[in-house]
């Protein structure tokens, strides 16, 4: 039958999960439609490529230029639309082999915001640190950060998405007086216990954030308990933090946060943890076993720096299984940590290939969104207060007046760009197996109908494969050594 060809190394095939979404076999037995790529229309701006070693090349934007690609339009019933990026130069080609990126932005839809200080940040602060024991936080008040920066680039943001943006916020830090070493910077607890005044203090801290974030007409989505409640006790020693335990999360989300947030005009959503996914599921289970905590709880926030130690099906797989009502999101992933040298690397393919496996793997166990660290960074790596300097999608070189997209650039867009909010994952069957392969893949159906496909070639030489989708036919097509694509059609 049609929808049992593929090439050798022959992988993803489309069938459904639980759904009548894709065509019974039978049903297409006796016709397949060849799907063709549509070509693109002509008008859009190539990348400027710069090298920096052999392989390792950025597009460069300044003022006047950057790489552009139209609008993606939804194919015609019967064809198909690829792009792709590859180590080779390759950056969102598409299926007329014009290699341009993207005029429109790539889409993000999650924003997260530090709630004051983070230690990529200038200055260590909090928004209460004038007055101490200001338990009923009377002089609360809004950063420069905030007012100057932080909020007119959202306005900015939000004026410039083609599709709606959801904000949601972390804190590091509460004002020093809240904790057990009387500093914003350093580890610490929050003094006291959960019910007690600072906890409530606190709890209200976040309600103020919304506060004046709304006299803004900034609205939040959500906001998560902590920023690394255990993982950040093991940064560098001026790191801001508040340490929570699992079962003190649990207690300050039943009896402070959770009402709080419940009883305000917000309408903002709680995500616990915000930590490594070693913590799973035993984090959930603290929190969520607890019938008061969860009814307070949407989801799961997981951060991507410690997950070669425990793989996603005993960690993000078995989370789900035990509480599928509570979504889990990754908030927060980033290159170049607890490296001594090279933090910015710039044009790195390999960095690039790192973001992709990652949101492959999650998307695979249960995970529903993927946020990267930093927007933006120099070519340093910061700025940030502490020297904990990383690497990001796009660095600034201010002293030339440019910046450089990243190939992790073009490898989020490859998701961000054509996922929409709404969109469900669907089943791939994979006919046959290269164990050198390394071909990687997610199907995910979009609200408004079509099918997209993400496929990951980490191996060093290309890999020929098939695509049978039974209601519509089959692509035949080849993933280049150390590329990605995307795929878009429609069902019939």
Known sequence: PPNTESAPWGLPEPRGRGS???????????????????????GAQPCSPKYFGRDSMVCVCNATYCDTLDPVVLPAPGTYIKYESSKAGKRCCSGAAQCLSFSTGIEYNLVRLPMA???FSVRP???????????ELKHFKLAEEDVKMKIPILHRALAMAKRPLSLYASPWTSPAWMKSNED?????????????????????YFIKFLDEYAKHNL????????????????????????????????????????PALARSSHGTRLIIMDDQRIHLPAWAKAVLGNATAARYVAGVGVHWYLDSIVPASCSLEATHKLFPNHFLLYTEACSGFLTYRFSVSLGCWERGDRYSHSILTVLNHFVAGWTDWNLALDLEGGPNWVENYVD??????????????????????????????????????????????QLEHVALLRPD??????????????VPFG??????????????????????WRQQ
Not at 125 to 135: H, I, L, R
Not at 219 to 224: I, K
Not at 467 to 488: H, N
């Open 467 to 488: 695509i049978s989708d039974p209601a519509v036919g089959f692509i035949e097509a080849v993933a280049p050594a150390s590329s990605i694509q995307t795929y878009l």
């Open 219 to 258: 609205t939040f989505w959500a906001v998560t308990a902590q920023n690394e409640p255990l993982a950040a006790l093991l940064a560098h020693p001026q790191f801001p933090t508040i340490a929570f335990t699992a079962v003190q999360q649990r207690d300050f989300v039943a009896q402070d946060l959770g």
């Open 20 to 42: 009548a979404m894709w065509a019974q076999r039978a049903g297409v037995l006796g016709w397949l439609l060849l799907l063709q790529t549509v070509p693109r229309a002509a």
């Open 184 to 204: 914003v910077r350093g580890k610490g607890t929050l003094k006291g216990q959960a019910g007690d005044k600072y906890h409530k203090t606190w709890a209200n």
């Open 117 to 119: 200080c983070s230690d």
């Open 125 to 135: 602060y909090s928004y209460d640190d004038d007055v101490p024991y200001d338990y």
């Open 449 to 462: 109908g079509a099918i997209v496909l993400v496929v990951l070639n980490r191996s060093a030489w290309d």
């Open 392 to 437: 990001s999608p796009v660095i600034v070189d201010s002293s030339k007046d440019v910046f450089y997209k990243q190939p992790m650039f073009y490898h989020m867009g490859h998701f961000s760009k054509f996922i929409p909010e709404g969109s469900r994952r669907v089943g791939l069957h994979s006919s046959r197996r290269c164990l050198f392969c």
